[in-house]
């Protein structure tokens, strides 16, 4: 996920340039001690134990009505790399909220795709946002159905899915949520709390002007008690993983080009002229290898690790449940490697996995990559990198110790171009929104596997940081195929599977939010 370069104003351009950043020792990789051996019982969470009946009943007569629900947003192309159907979904999502019977319903212009605010006033003593996301990525050629957006209802080893585009990610769950919504509105005429949407269309661009869309209720929405995200986060087996937060995430370009400082200026030049004429890959290669250590495993920027911070208590616990039944070589067989770096097993790997820093090489490229040869010294060399963010490492310092880095190592010329940065986002187990959720997982007997955060990245902490708000992404139901071929969500699950069918799904959205407005205040 990844903020365009417009998304950077000029003077912090200007500030990670690093012309008054001192270049301080380069620091080893962290070692995390642990203070305790307690451990985190999420079965000890009290499942919700009320029952919703009346809605229930609602949810199952129009469940037929749901499902056409969710076949009509996935209908509606919202391919935002192409901006191929974003605004008339955009549309759709708002007449939608209309029709379900949101107070304030208005669509937020955006240096981009427009953004959508809503608000439901229940008159209730909790407020709680929903975070939506409308756009879906583009679709591969080789999909096992002809139209990845005809919305069709596919006989899966699993049970009924919905095939489609955007199927799981994310208007799946998200449509589920409403219709939630809607059968309690129909059956008792109000929710058990105000709801807030507050919904994008740039997500998969790594959400530029999501801070836009936000914008002109910013006030308000920090008034609210927590924020929430409809995801299907069940496996197949109906085991839950919960993550409570996300790293951070810097993501760049690092370019050598020809200039006074030596190398072809203008364009390639002949392959012979190496004697002679520097080369900007070669150059570039080097940059990149000054990065890390020779093995490419630990980050040679200066300073890199120093802000980072360990697990607090609270977080050791959840490590050390993670811990204990963890399957090292499952995961390795899932991923298709032999080992973990170092040979870690266990919580090592754990704790590296969620508390280290990285630093990846995604794609390089320079000069003649066709068959056959062709001896050419290239003008150019381009590289994208990326850099997980835990917890105390802010993307305007990692950006600034590495353009210190290349200074002081000789590679002041090499261009470092920012395409996305945002900080980390983590929210605390015993919060009520957390605990709530727990317990609704418990009620379907689904006790989920609670982690500090994902190893991976998004930009939640507009919710955690802008806001203040506690955050929970996740929910019952199981979808596959994300930003893939044959994407689907599981709405009718076949004899023995225990991820739950649309019905179950619907059914907590509705007692979660019951959950959350009967939570004790922290």
Known sequence: MRLSRSGWSVGFLLAIAGLAWAPAQASPRPQWPFSTDAVFDASAVPAYARRHDEVYARIDADLDDHIAHLQRWVRQRSISALDDGVDAMARLLADDLRTIGFHEVEQVPTPGHPGVLAYYDAGAPRTLVVYMMYDVQPVEPNWRIPDPFAGELVEHELGTVLMARGATNQKGPQRAFLNAVDAMLRTHGTLPVNLYIVAEGEEELGSPNFGAVLEPWKDRLRNADGAFFPMNIQAADGSVALNLGVKGLVYFELEARGGEHGGPVRSEVHGSLKSLVDSPALRLVQAIASLTTPDGNTIAIEGYYDGVRGPTPDEQRLVNTLAADADDAAQQRLYGVARWIDGVTGRDAIVR????????LNGIWSGYSGEGVKTVLPH????????????????????????????????GDIVLRPLAGYPAAATGVDTPLVQAAIGVFNKYGATPRVSPWLAGSAPFYQFTRTLGLPFVFGGLGHGSGAHAPDEYMLLHPAAGVRAAGLADIEKSYVDLLHAFADAPAP
């Open 380 to 411: 150019v060399a381009t590289a994208k990198l990326d850099s997980r963010l835990p917890p105390g490492l802010e993307p305007e310092h990692a950006y600034r110790m590495i353009r210190s880095h290349l200074d002081a190592a000789g590679f």
């Open 353 to 360: 996995n969620l508390y280290d820093p990285t630093l990846n």
